[in-house]
Each structure stands twice: as C-alpha cells, then as structure tokens.
C-alpha cells in the first residue's frame, strides 16, 4: 500500500485547506486512514481517522468542528477539510493506512510523505 499526500499551503488565520491522500494498492480501500500532524521539535499527534467505508471517524478535541475527514473509495482517496485554521494547526500532515482507526502512529502499517501546512496570524 502507498500513500500520497498533496493540499498543503499557506493559508491566513480563519481560512481553509483540503488535503487529499491518494492510496493505492490491491487491496487499499480495506485499511483505516488516519491524519497526523508533526510540528517543529514535537512528537507526531493524531488529529482525524476514518474506517474502510467511510462510516466512522474520530477526531482529536483540538480539531472537532473545524475539520472533517471523508473518503472516497472509488477514487482511492481519503480527504481532510479544514476549516477556521489557526496558527497553532501549522505543521507537516501526513496520511497513514493501518487495520482499525487508532491515535498512535505505530497503529498504522504505512505512511505517505507529508505536506506542509502554515497558518499565518
């Protein structure tokens, strides 16, 4: 499975983004999603995860609200829309693909490149 992620900017306080993370492989529309976000000097954190079909997600409390996680299997592509970004959402996101939607990193079996988010105040 591999994962690719592309969306990242620069976008001013209050403004939105759409990250997409196309996933390919046979057998790619099985695995749960997740979007992490890894800021400067700071461990990798889990902000949104969505299962194989799209009918559940899971959101960290710092992101409830303002972003939203869907897929879209038929084009192998998993979508993190973020609204009424903040300065302290600036960092590198990237797409993982694992068994079952979980909030630490070493849940998930793999990962894409990352794309780098800057929200300007």
């Known amino acids: 499975v591999q994962l690719q992620a592309s969306g990242g900017g620069l976008v001013q306080a209050g403004g939105s983004l759409r990250l997409s993370c196309a996933v390919s492989?046979?057998?790619?529309?099985?695995?749960?999603v997740g979007w992490f976000h890894q800021a400067p000097e700071k461990g990798r954190e889990f902000v949104a995860g969505i299962n194989w079909n799209g009918r559940n997600t899971r959101y960290a409390d710092s992101v409830k609200g303002r972003f939203t996680i869907s897929r879209d299997n038929a084009k192998n592509t998993v979508y993190l829309q973020m609204n009424s970004l903040k300065p302290e959402d600036t960092a590198v996101y990237y797409c993982?693909?694992?068994?079952?939607?979980?909030?630490?990193?070493?849940?998930?079996?793999?990962w894409g490149q990352g794309t780098q988010v800057t929200v300007s105040s």
């Open positions: 492989g046979r057998t790619s529309s099985n695995y749960a």
């Open positions: 993982a693909a694992g068994y079952r939607i979980a909030p630490m990193p070493n849940e998930y079996n793999y």
